[in-house]
């Protein structure tokens, strides 16, 4: 059974780095992309990037590109979406996602960046 | 905004068949699949629709999609109150060095 488990709910201050992770299991991790989205409180899905788990290309939305980093360790087939300093506006769910078309989802990992 | 146009909502009565519009440009849905996922109240989404019309198994055939030109719609017959959720479109965009794009998503309402 294909499955992505995405790590706990976190809560952070303004400031403060995360990474938060993505593992993939049931399939062969390095044979598809994996995608991190991000929903802000009450709106809707909006893609941040990608990562070719075979080689760790990565590919970021222009919104994106410069605020989050986007990596995997095929080895043990986990997938991570980095901050290296929280913003208020960052609280949201995000969820990775398996490539062709999203077809099997993470569960959400919310991040709560609040003083 | 997103880059994909979908109305806000949309409503119907047991029973009846309810479409969703969803708008783009020759970047993404004019020369990319559409794909379709249905978000229940505090769940992850879920693949509807892959590669405009193709339903993954498990899907009920209650649900189709279609495409033309730069748009796509996502029909749903014999509507149920367990269809009540978001739906959201999405689709490759050629543009700035590839991204993926959603529509903003529509609230189905079953009255």
């Known amino acids: 059974e294909v499955q992505l488990v995405q790590s706990g709910a976190e809560v952070k201050k303004p400031g403060e780095s995360l990474r938060i992770s993505c593992k993939g299991s049931g399939y062969s991790f390095t044979s598809y992309w994996i995608s991190w989205v991000r929903q802000m409180p009450g709106k809707g899905l909006e893609w941040m990037g990608r990562i070719d788990p075979s080689d760790s290309y990565t590919n970021y939305s222009p919104s994106f590109q410069g605020h989050v980093t986007i990596s995997a360790d095929k080895s043990i087939s986990t997938a991570y979406l980095q901050w290296s300093s929280l913003k208020a506006s960052d609280t949201a769910m995000y969820y990775c996602?398996?490539?062709?078309?999203?077809?099997?989802w993470g569960q959400g990992t919310l991040v709560t960046v609040s003083s | 905004q997103s880059v994909l146009t979908q109305p806000p909502s949309a409503s119907g009565t047991p029973g009846q068949r309810v479409t969703i519009s969803c708008s783009g440009s020759?970047?993404?849905?004019?020369?990319?699949?559409v794909y379709w996922y249905q978000q229940l109240p505090g769940t992850a989404p879920k693949l509807l629709i892959y590669r405009n019309n193709q339903r993954p198994s498990g899907v009920p055939d209650r649900f189709s999609g279609s495409k033309s030109g730069t748009s796509a719609s996502l029909a749903i017959s014999g509507l149920r109150s367990e269809d009540e959720a978001d739906y959201y479109c999405?689709?490759?965009?050629?543009?700035?060095?590839?991204?993926?794009?959603f529509g903003g998503g529509t609230k189905l309402t079953v009255l």
């Open positions: 996602a398996r490539h062709e078309g999203f077809d099997y």
């Open positions: 999405a689709a490759w965009d050629d543009s700035l060095s590839g991204r993926v794009v």
């Open positions: 020759s970047s993404n849905i004019g020369s990319n699949y």
